[in-house]
């Protein structure tokens, strides 16, 4: 695929054609460092607007420490707990860009409202599941409410604040929220189930969004693109169906490998699918995905860089797991610590990513924090079986954590940067599909070389080494290919 290689140029942002019933927000310059001060109005649009995001994220690991108890619950074998989570994966990555476009077409409060009301029922359903099929009927509704409520609240928030200090300040946030939602599930998860059941972590997630449906309607202006183009059917069928196939492959190849029938029709399914999405899309009238968009370098290796950084550091938390609980002996609660601590780094470096992308550009800081989460990833290396290596351990993987930070910001940026407002759903789609495919993908991949190790800490280093090579050749392959670029991209 051949990249456009001429400069990318910012052009002003404009507001959607439907205008919104609300003025658009406006951040004022003023606070430190040219940090914009955001009115009253603006911080609750953020709050709903977060809050959804961070939930979703939230459901990706409450559920991991319960799982033992729920299948010994619900009569669910060990090989069927697997469902548990890839009952939720498979409609929230697969529809993702599908929902992308249609909230583009057809009004993206509305979908995002939509997305929420379903998350929240199909969590009540979930928490009071009485067997297995009802369980996993109300994760994959949780999956298909997040395929909706992911690409449309990122819409939302790269067209309600404006390009510039203020959407920097909003994507700082959302992408600190992001990653605090999937370490903090984690460490709720284990406290939840400790203390109440299983049962607890659906029932915070019901709670999350009767928190939030509630204010959203009211704060959240609509917005849509300015023609109603037909839906691209065919290509909607094969890029979700191939996204449906593959994730489905790569979360079985997680517990039972790559050599399952199943497992390898899947696979080639979903790259026939795919390739034959491109086909489709290249002679659409009105595509799902801008073939031209793709070919911006900002899109292509900002997506790259986004991906990476999102399986690689799922991967080395999914490693780091198994190591603190099997090697040092750790228990569920204790492991949960650990990446608490890991979760207040990401925080910290969630404020201070926008100052630094503001001083540096995106583009810079995607490339550097892809280098330095790889770099401590390396770190990891001498681990040992001795019980004091939990402290090094926990410094790495922090300091590991506030490069990914970073990274996740940046890269969001630098991919919405400059796309007009009846492409953002377009690009947000783009942005969001990269993060669930990301963390997906990366414990099949690699993880799994750590749990068919008949010595669990040589495959440990195994797939640390793996995974610190990959992250730093993709931070210099994403500074070759963004090349110098304007100072914001």
Known sequence: MAFDTTPQTTPPTTPPATAPATPRTSAPAGGPLGTPRLSARDKLVLFVLCA????????????????????????????????????????????????????????????????????????????LAWDPASFLAGRALQGLGAAAIVPTGMSLLTTTFPEGPARDRALGISGTLLSLGFTVGMVAGGVLTDALGWRSTMALLTVF????????????????????????????????AGLLSLIYALSTAADHGFGRTDVIAALAAGLLLLTAFTMIESRSASPLVSLPMLRRRTVAWGNLGGLVTFSMMSTVVFVLTLYL????????FETGLVFGFQGALSAVAGTLAPRVIGRFGARR??????????????????????????????AAVSLASMCHLG????????????VPDDEQGLATGLVTSTQQVGITVGIPLLGVLA??????????????????????????LVGLGLGRGQSRV
């Open 209 to 240: 969004a009767l928190t939030v449906l509630p204010l959203a309607p009211g704060l959240l202006p609509e917005s849509r693109t300015p023609d109603r183009p037909r839906l691209d059917v065919p290509g909607a069928v094969a890029v979700t």
């Open 365 to 394: 800081t995607l490339v550097g924090s892809l280098a330095g989460q790889g770099a401590l990833v390396a770190c990891l290396l001498p681990l040992n079986a001795h019980t004091w290596s939990v402290w090094p351990a926990a």
């Open 52 to 127: 959804a995001q961070f939930m979703v994220a939230l459901d990706f690991s409450v559920l991991n420490v319960a799982l033992p108890e729920l299948g010994a619950d619900l009569g669910m074998s060990r090989s069927a707990l697997q469902w548990a989570v890839t009952a939720f994966a498979l409609p929230s990555g697969g529809f993702l860009l599908l929902f992308g476009r249609v909230g583009d077409l057809y009004g993206r409060r509305k979908l995002f409202l939509t997305g929420l009301a379903l998350f929240g029922a199909a969590s009540l359903l979930a928490t």
């Open 407 to 418: 990274a996740i910001i940046s890269y969001g940026l630098t991919v919405t940067s400059g």
């Open 451 to 476: 749990t068919t190790s008949r010595d669990l800490l040589s495959g440990v280093h195994t797939v640390l080494a793996l995974d610190a090579a990959i992250v730093l050749t993709t931070a210099v």
């Open 325 to 332: 609980q099997e090697t040092l002996r750790l228990s569920a």
